[in-house]
């Protein structure tokens, strides 16, 4: 999985594939600047991937 976000009426979740097994969940409100979270989110999954990627 790379990316998969899910809207609602009070907010979204978006998930991100981290390495092969593992995934980043990040919640934010409705009125978030949708490509920064997108920005941030795959940045940080890279960083963790680094992180813990060989502890699978």
Known sequence: ???L???GTQGLMLLVGVGDDKVLAV???PTVNLGRVFLEARRCAEKIDQ???DLS
Do not use: F, S, T, Y
């Open 27 to 29: 919640a934010a409100k």
């Open 51 to 53: 992180v813990i990627g």
């Open 1 to 3: 999985m790379r990316q």
């Open 5 to 7: 976000l899910i809207e």
